[in-house]
T-cell receptor, first 112, second 109 residues
Framework: NAGVTQTPKFQVLKTGQSMTLQCAQD?????MSWYRQDPGMGLRLIHY???????DQGEVPNGYNVSRSTTEDFPLRLLSAAPSQTSVYFC???????????FGQGTRLTVV | GQNIDQPTEMTATEGAIVQINCTYQ??????LFWYQQHAGEAPTFLSY????GLEEKGRFSSFLSRSKGYSYLLLKELQMKDSASYLC??????????FGSGTKLNVKP
C-alpha cells in the first residue's frame, strides 16, 4: 500500500498564481484533511472531509478551496497565492472514529 | 482554535527517561494523540489515549487525565534516533485535530 501520496513535493509560485496540491490515499479512509505547518506554530487544520461530497472548514480556511468527488482524492486549491501561504502542507487520512491519522510526505510551497 | 500547550524544547541524555507534557481544553474532547516528526519529514503516529490511564508501547508510554486536560509522553532508554519533534494532538467533536506547536527533543551522548 502506498498510504497517502502528495504531489508535488516542492513548488514555487508567484503572487497571484493559482495551483492545486494533490492528495490521494489507498486505505479507503472516509476522513481526509489538509494542514499547514509553519515554524513555531505546529500543524493547523485548513479543511477536512468526512466522506465523498462532504467538506468543512478548519482553523485557517481563507484562501483555500477543497472538493471531494471520490473517497481516494482530496485536492487543495490555492486560487490566488499570497506570500503568507508560504508553508509546508500536509495531507492526512484517518481511520474511522477516534482512529489515528496517516500523513503524506508534505508539499513545501514558496510564494514569491 | 483549542489551546494545546507543550514545551518548546527539551534536552536529555542517551539512555535516560524523558517526559513531555501536554495540556488541552476539555470541552468537546475525544482523544489525545502523539506523533513523532523528524526534521523535513511527515509526522508519524506514536500513541493515543481515549480513556484515563497509561498506555505502554515498547519504549514509549502515554498517559491521559481527561478531568485535568493533561497528557504526557514518556520515552525510556533514550536513543540518539529519538531526537525529533514530538507533537501532541487533541481530537475534538470526532472531526477536528488541534496540534500543539511541538516539543523538540535533543538527545545528547
Amino acid at each position: 500500500n502506498a498510504g497517502v501520496t502528495q504531489t508535488p513535493k516542492f513548488q514555487v509560485l508567484k503572487t497571484g498564481q493559482s495551483m492545486t496540491l494533490q492528495c490521494a490515499q489507498d486505505m479507503n479512509h472516509e476522513y481526509m484533511s489538509w494542514y499547514r505547518q509553519d515554524p513555531g506554530m505546529g500543524l493547523r487544520l485548513i479543511h477536512y472531509s468526512v466522506g465523498a461530497g462532504i467538506t468543512d472548514q478548519g482553523e485557517v480556511p481563507n484562501g483555500y478551496n477543497v472538493s471531494r468527488s471520490t473517497t481516494e482524492d482530496f485536492p487543495l486549491r490555492l486560487l490566488s497565492a499570497a506570500p503568507s501561504q508560504t508553508s509546508v502542507y500536509f495531507c492526512a487520512s484517518r481511520e474511522p472514529g477516534q482512529g489515528r491519522a496517516f500523513f503524506g510526505q508534505g508539499t513545501r510551497l514558496t510564494v514569491v | 482554535g483549542q489551546n494545546i500547550d507543550q514545551p518548546t524544547e527539551m534536552t536529555a541524555t542517551e539512555g535516560a527517561i524523558v517526559q513531555i507534557n501536554c495540556t488541552y481544553q476539555t470541552s468537546g474532547f475525544n482523544g489525545l494523540f502523539w506523533y513523532q516528526q523528524h526534521a523535513g519529514e511527515a509526522p508519524t503516529f506514536l500513541s493515543y489515549n481515549v480513556l484515563d490511564g497509561l498506555e505502554e508501547k515498547g519504549r514509549f508510554s502515554s498517559f491521559l487525565s481527561r478531568s485535568k486536560g493533561y497528557s504526557y509522553l514518556l520515552l525510556k532508554e533514550l536513543q540518539m534516533k529519538d531526537s525529533a519533534s514530538y507533537l501532541c494532538a487533541a481530537l475534538y467533536n470526532f472531526n477536528k485535530f488541534y496540534f500543539g506547536s511541538g516539543t523538540k527533543l535533543n538527545v545528547k551522548p
